[in-house]
Nanobody
Framework: QVQLVESGGGLVQAGGSLRLSCLAS????????MGWFRQAPGKEREFVAA????????YYADFVKGRFIISSDNAKNTVYLQMNSLKPEDTAVYYC?????????????????WGQGTQVTVSS
């Protein structure tokens, strides 16, 4: 059974940084795409970033390009989202997701497996 467990969220001032982690277990993820999504109150869940588990291919939403970095550590079965230059509008619950696919997807429906989410709050 696939399990994804996020950690690393918290409260940070605007301009600060946080690193989210997603520990994956339950199967071999080498052929999976791992994604990060976020959902703010009253808004739909939106794509943030994704990577092939090997890390060779990454993709970012335009609003995080140059600020966020997605990476993976195969030995630790963990995917990271380094978030820099945070803005109040980055406040949301951040979710890790996994999908057995070849191409990176940007829709929530592309990912059958989800973590429980971690809250990120950026104060102004």
């Amino acid at each position: 059974q696939v399990q994804l467990v996020e950690s690393g969220g918290g409260l940070v001032q605007a301009g600060g940084s946080l690193r989210l982690s997603c520990l994956a277990s339950g199967r071999t993820f080498s052929s999976y795409v791992m994604g990060w999504f976020r959902q703010a109150p009253g808004k739909e869940r939106e794509f943030v970033a994704a990577t092939r588990w090997s890390g060779a291919i990454t993709y970012y939403a335009d609003f995080v390009k140059g600020r966020f970095i997605i990476s993976s550590d195969n030995a630790k079965n963990t995917v990271y989202l380094q978030m820099n230059s945070l803005k109040p509008e980055d406040t949301a619950v951040y979710y890790c997701a996994a999908g057995p696919r070849l191409r990176i997807g940007v829709r929530p429906s592309d990912y059958p497996y989800w973590g429980q989410g971690t809250q990120v709050t950026v104060s102004s």
